[in-house]
């Protein structure tokens, strides 16, 4: 797949996710096929002003590339000039028109300005001025299901330069409620003739494949599905190629890439940090394992690095265990 000049390894994307989607947990959904990588939703003004915090969602490594930077924002001329600011950090830029959280729309900025389409062509306008990069859109179907005008909204990025547009097909009133409308990213995909890629509901190999047949996009995005589960990267690349399915990961595989991301995420933050980081993570790779519910209510309760590991390491053996009993002839 090609978002203008960009070439991607393959047709799975990994979406940007606020307080998910760092260094650690793309590097590591990298490594399980993912053709492109974003950045968590960065915002236009704390680039201009130059907010440390706002800094550190840039950092970045070249194992992970291709990477997109996300920005957020409602100013045509903040946007275009944090874009010009960090384009050479990544390599395309996207603009966030899907976000329902409450604090980004009080900015008016995210799926808020679905509600001003004038405004959303102004910016991609000035965005595709300022930037030479690949340019791509992500929204949501409109802001309720009085107000739908994904059409709409697609026609203007495509007019305005975009190179590429996201539909995740629920509007913001629903948030993440409901069931993802796959029709409408195939109405879409009929309309343009720039790539759209579908997102929403994937949680299997066989999704993915299924969302491609029956919308015709050109490529998936991946979001919750993948929380805890990069093996769902590796059988939605395996399906898009029409090759056979794998088993589900060994209890084995499971902590080693548990594992694996806590290192990457040390290296990035620091034990401290890691510690409270990391244990949303930890709790979603033990997830539909014997045990599960205590081990995650010890993470949470960890306060040390060492006494993290522990936790982990036991659990996983455990795990091991029954699993090596439940195949014992």
Same mark, same amino acid.
Request: charged share 20%; with cysteine; net charge neutral.
């Given at each position: 797949? &090609?978002?203008?000049?960009?070439?991607?390894?393959?047709?799975?994307?990994?979406?940007?996710?606020?307080?998910?989607?760092?260094?650690?947990?793309?590097?590591?959904? *990298?490594?399980?096929?993912?053709?492109? !990588?974003?950045?968590?939703?960065?915002?236009? *003004?704390?680039?201009?002003?130059?907010?440390?915090?706002?800094?550190?969602?840039?950092?970045?490594?070249?194992? +992970?590339?291709?990477?997109?930077?996300?920005?957020?924002?409602?100013?045509?001329?903040?946007? !275009?000039?944090?874009?010009?600011?960090?384009?050479?950090?990544?390599?395309?830029?996207?603009?966030?028109?899907?976000?329902?959280?409450?604090?980004?729309?009080?900015?008016?900025?995210?799926?808020?300005?679905?509600?001003?389409?004038?405004?959303?062509?102004?910016?991609?306008?000035?965005?595709?001025?300022?930037?030479?990069?690949?340019?791509?859109?992500?929204?949501?179907?409109? @802001?309720?299901?009085?107000?739908?005008?994904?059409?709409?909204?697609?026609?203007?990025? !495509?007019?305005?330069?975009?190179?590429?547009?996201?539909?995740?097909?629920?509007?913001?009133?629903?948030?993440?409620?409901?069931?993802?409308?796959? +029709?409408?990213?195939?109405?879409? *995909?009929?309309?343009?003739?720039?790539?759209?890629?579908?997102?929403?509901?994937?949680?299997?190999?066989?999704?993915? *494949?299924?969302?491609?047949?029956?919308?015709?996009?050109? !490529?998936?995005?991946?979001?919750?599905?993948?929380?805890?589960?990069?093996?769902?990267?590796?059988?939605?690349?395996?399906?898009?190629?029409?090759?056979? /399915?794998?088993? /589900?990961?060994?209890?084995?595989?499971?902590?080693?890439?548990?594992?694996?991301?806590?290192?990457?995420?040390?290296?990035?933050?620091?034990?401290?940090?890691?510690?409270?980081?990391?244990?949303? &993570?930890?709790? @979603?790779?033990?997830?539909?394992?014997?045990?599960?519910?205590?081990?995650?209510?010890?993470?949470?309760?960890?306060?040390?690095?060492?006494?993290?590991? /522990?936790?982990?390491?036991?659990?996983?053996?455990?795990?091991?265990?029954?699993?090596?009993?439940?195949?014992?002839?």
């Amino acid at each position: 797949m &090609h978002i203008g000049s960009l070439r991607l390894s393959s047709r799975i994307i990994l979406a940007p996710m606020a307080g998910i989607s760092d260094l650690p947990y793309r590097l590591t959904m *990298k490594s399980f096929g993912v053709g492109l !990588a974003y950045t968590e939703m960065v915002s236009a *003004k704390g680039l201009l002003y130059s907010g440390q915090r706002t800094h550190e969602l840039l950092c970045s490594d070249p194992a +992970e590339r291709p990477l997109g930077i996300q920005l957020f924002g409602n100013d045509p001329a903040d946007l !275009a000039t944090a874009a010009a600011m960090v384009a050479d950090q990544g390599d395309l830029i996207d603009l966030n028109l899907g976000c329902p959280v409450s604090k980004v729309i009080r900015g008016g900025a995210g799926s808020a300005l679905l509600r001003d389409p004038l405004r959303v062509g102004q910016i991609i306008a000035a965005l595709r001025r300022a930037v030479s990069c690949p340019l791509t859109v992500k929204i949501r179907s409109g @802001w309720d299901s009085a107000s739908i005008n994904f059409l709409e909204i697609g026609r203007i990025a !495509a007019n305005e330069g975009a190179d590429a547009i996201t539909l995740h097909p629920r509007t913001r009133s629903q948030g993440f409620g409901g069931q993802a409308d796959w +029709e409408q990213i195939g109405t879409l *995909k009929a309309t343009l003739t720039i790539p759209v890629i579908g997102s929403g509901d994937i949680l299997t190999g066989a999704d993915a *494949k299924r969302m491609v047949e029956t919308t015709g996009c050109d !490529a998936v995005m991946i979001g919750r599905g993948a929380y805890g589960n990069p093996w769902l990267i590796r059988d939605a690349v395996r399906a898009l190629d029409h090759q056979p /399915a794998l088993p /589900a990961p060994t209890p084995a595989e499971r902590q080693k890439t548990a594992l694996d991301h806590l290192e990457r995420q040390v290296a990035m933050m620091g034990p401290h940090k890691t510690v409270l980081e990391m244990r949303k &993570h930890l709790c @979603w790779y033990a997830r539909g394992l014997s045990g599960a519910a205590a081990f995650r209510a010890a993470i949470n309760q960890a306060t040390t690095l060492a006494g993290q590991q /522990a936790l982990v390491t036991t659990f996983f053996q455990t795990a091991m265990q029954l699993d090596e009993f439940s195949h014992a002839p």
